[in-house]
């Protein structure tokens, strides 16, 4: 606490000043402790009366009918008190029923914790976090995580299993759609921003759920982009790359963490004593709840570390598993895991207590009913429904527009819109569509044809093939369309079911026919953008070199069909970035831009250099890319020091100019290098952004501050640490290119010239 103190008063008022701010203080810390100290006493006085299967029954979470009903036998746990959360249970009428037994029938009242997956929104369904991601628009994400929380909570769930935070350079992986793609930088400022929208400063309030960062640790890593498949790495890696969005979401005060399947350098994550006890507990301080993922206490006996479901209890619980999703070991073996010693009754106090801890901040004891009045009223509110149009459209990726073919002018009269994808109201929605019904959806045919609705304009519908685009036997229809209309609209990409959890694909390219599909569209010499709807990059070769316009929408939600169109006709301009590389084909994978240089950088005149003999090592498109309908020009890069000490900032400014004749949003990156240090360090590693809304002509200076925490790194032993270089700064719209401006960091300063 400061105190200003005035010069001209005297010492005993300045006494009495001290003396008063003390007492406050004082009574605040007191006022404070006795706040948290009632939490831990209530935890306290439960757990001391608590038997040892009411307190196992704390532990269990059960899994709900997929259209949210409870089962029969939740009810009988519940009024016994041996049934401490469940998930996918949702809907006021049903979780009240439950709730209503548990804390008016048990013998200790303990309200259940309702949890569901609520990814990208609860009905009002968001773009996929992929998809927002490319929006690189913080505000945006907090907002639609808080959106969802309002819905969720209305409908009487308290715990979303999101954000996910997995570090995605895999796009074979098919959850890279509910990632925030594969740089670290973004991905935790993504993180947190997801956590508050979904927490806020108090997750007791109705219009708010606890959060859970997962999946803990580096599920995104699997060999082979195969998903649930085993993950080898170094703790450098680790640390530098996959924990820092897990930290953020921590940081940011998310209430809860989920193991991930995989193991992690042979422990399974659910059993990894130093994921969870080292790390998350004793270097993070970590006080909330670790709930298991589905099923996986019970894997680690395929994975071959636990013989039985007693000892698969036994090692999740002593490494640090608060609460068993699905399987029930814990409750079937902890009676005698605790008989026998192989589990204290510490570690199982100690997990009840996380759980209880979690219950009393989100106010379940206080308040344990949902208000259905509430449920109705929020759900689908229609300014949620625009607010996920304008997300969906800041989430769109213009990968190519060759000579202005996007926007599609609104005098056109006959448009032909190609594609199943384009009006399927079931691919609407994608693989963690949480409670959202497809009937709600907009799709893209249905967007086009609102937008045109009171214009003399004429819209075309041929799919061409069916969504597995197995047969060329309808193409002929597609090519009359567009050969009867000025514009065509190509709609392709991947349904919903090879996109998510448990759909990796070993290749990237276009399913089925769709490219051949495109191709005879093409080949009509007719005008035509190409719509990609799709949850991880593609290998869309023969599009980049020859389609005059890709537009990517990912998965993009309720409103994504409206957002499409509204980009598509000019009345959104597009300002998305890639989040995540695409490569050119797998072969390359895993690709991504912050890679270390090798002591062989890529010379193609020179044979041993780190290169393919039959793939150039470049992307197809780049992180950090994207297009726009009007021009930025970035320039005038100036840093406010080219020397600095260990513990200095440094400033970076740049003037970006919009000198094109469309009002837009550009987004400015600013990546460093380290080029000498004690370890290898990337080529370049996003270090800050900007996003910037500027008016045709309109010029304006973007200022972002390096601080020490930004130029440091692990050194050899894994301590964090600064070192004294030259450090490089690269500053465009792209993690390819970019003004750039050197510093030095030294012990001292350069002494000041003296004249
Ligand atoms: C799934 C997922 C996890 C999800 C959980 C509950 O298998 O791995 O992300 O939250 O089970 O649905």
């Known amino acids: 606490m400061r105190l200003a103190i005035k010069r001209n008063l005297s010492p005993l008022l300045v006494c009495l000043i001290i003396f008063n701010a003390s007492v406050a203080f004082a009574q605040k810390s007191v006022r404070a402790n006795r706040q948290s100290a009632t939490v831990e006493q209530k935890i306290n006085f439960l757990l001391a009366r608590m038997t040892l299967a009411e307190k196992l029954g704390q532990l269990q979470q059960l899994d709900g009918e997929s259209d949210g009903r409870f089962r029969p036998e939740h009810l009988e746990l519940a009024r016994k008190g041996l049934l401490g959360s469940t998930l996918n249970v949702r809907g006021v009428k049903q979780t009240n029923e439950l709730q209503r037994v548990a804390v008016e029938q048990s013998r200790l009242k303990i309200p259940i914790l309702f949890g569901f997956d609520v990814i990208h929104g609860y009905r009002t369904l968001f773009p996929i976090p992929l998809g927002e991601t490319a929006s690189w628009d913080l505000q945006a994400a907090e907002k639609s995580a808080h959106i969802a929380a309002q819905e969720a909570r209305s409908a009487g769930v308290h715990w979303t299993f999101a954000p996910m935070v997995d570090i995605a350079r895999d796009p074979r992986w098919g959850r890279i759609m509910e990632s925030a793609g594969e740089d670290a930088f973004l991905g935790a400022a993504m993180a947190k921003?997801?956590?508050?929208?979904?927490?806020g400063g108090d997750y007791s309030q109705i219009d708010r759920v606890m959060a859970c960062a997962k999946h803990f640790a580096a599920y995104g890593a699997a060999e082979g982009g195969r998903d649930y498949n085993t993950v080898d790495m170094s703790e450098r890696t680790l640390r530098e790359v996959y924990l820092p969005p897990f930290e953020a979401a921590k940081n940011a005060g998310a209430g809860s963490f989920m193991t991930s399947f995989n193991t992690l350098n042979g422990v399974p994550a659910t059993a990894n004593s130093f994921l969870l006890r080292q790390i998350l507990r004793s270097e993070w301080k970590f006080d909330g709840l670790v709930v298991s993922d589905y099923t996986s206490v019970a894997e680690l006996i395929k994975h071959g570390v636990a013989r039985d479901g007693s000892e698969a209890a036994q090692i999740s619980l002593n490494a640090g598993t608060d609460m068993e999703m699905v399987?029930?070991?814990?409750?079937?073996?902890?009676?005698?895991?605790?008989?026998?010693?192989?589990?204290?009754?510490?570690?199982?106090?100690d997990a009840v207590r996380n759980v209880l801890r979690v219950k009393f901040r989100l106010g379940l004891f206080e308040r344990p009913y949902a208000d259905e009045n509430l449920e109705k009223n929020t759900i689908k509110k229609p300014e949620f429904l625009q607010t996920a149009r304008e997300i969906a459209a800041k989430s769109?990726?213009?990968?190519?527009?060759e000579k202005e073919t996007l926007p599609i002018n609104k005098n056109v009269r006959k448009i032909a819109v190609i594609g199943a994808l384009a009006d399927d109201k079931a691919n609407t929605l994608d693989w963690w569509a949480g409670d959202a019904k497809a009937e709600d959806s907009v799709t893209i045919l249905q967007g086009i044809r609102e937008k045109v609705a009171?214009?003399?304009t004429k819209i075309r519908f041929e799919k061409g093939c069916e969504l597995n685009c197995d047969s060329e036997k309808d193409f002929g229809k597609a090519v009359d369309a567009a050969k009867d209309s000025d514009f065509t609209i190509i709609v392709a990409g991947e349904t919903r079911d090879i996109s998510g959890e448990a759909a990796s694909r070993t290749n990237l390219d276009l399913p089925g026919k769709q490219l051949d599909l495109i191709k005879v569209i093409h080949q009509t010499g007719k005008p035509y953008a190409v719509v990609l709807k799709n949850g991880r990059p593609l290998t869309i070769n023969w599009l980049a070199e020859n389609?005059?316009?890709i537009l990517e929408t990912w998965h993009s939600g309720t409103m994504g069909g409206a957002a499409i169109a509204d980009v598509l006709f000019g009345d959104?301009?597009?300002?998305?970035?890639?989040?995540?590389?695409?490569p050119r084909n797998v072969g390359q994978i895993p690709l991504f831009y912050n890679a270390l240089p090798t002591g062989r950088p890529l010379e193609t005149e020179n044979r041993y250099t780190s290169k393919y003999i039959d793939s150039p090592n470049t992307p197809l498109y780049p992180f950090g890319f994207g297009l726009s309908y009007t021009q930025f020009k970035i320039d005038n890069l100036r840093l406010d020091k080219t020397q600095i000490k260990r513990n200095e900032n440094v400033k970076i400014s740049v003037d970006v100019e919009n000198v094109g004749k469309r009002d837009g949003v550009e987004v400015v990156q600013l990546y460093v290098r380290d080029l000498v240090a004690s370890v290898s360090r990337p080529v370049k590693e996003l270090k800050g952004f900007r996003r910037i809304s500027l008016r045709a002509g309109e010029k304006r200076t973007v200022e972002m501050t390096l601080t020490p925490k930004d130029l440091s790194f692990l050194n050899q032993k894994l301590q964090p640490t600064n070192e004294d270089g030259d450090f490089q700064v690269f500053v465009g719209n792209s993690s390819e290119g970019g003004l750039e401006g050197t510093f030095k960091v030294g012990q001292t300063a350069v002494a000041e010239k003296k004249n």
């Open 193 to 199: 921003a997801r956590v508050q929208g979904f927490q």
């Open 396 to 401: 769109f990726v213009l990968l190519k527009n």
């Open 547 to 549: 389609s005059p316009a």
């Open 327 to 349: 399987s029930r070991f814990y409750n079937q073996s902890g009676a005698e895991l605790v008989k026998s010693g192989k589990v204290s009754i510490k570690t199982i106090n």
């Open 454 to 456: 009171a214009l003399p």
């Open 572 to 582: 959104v301009n597009p300002s998305g970035k890639l989040p995540v590389t695409f």
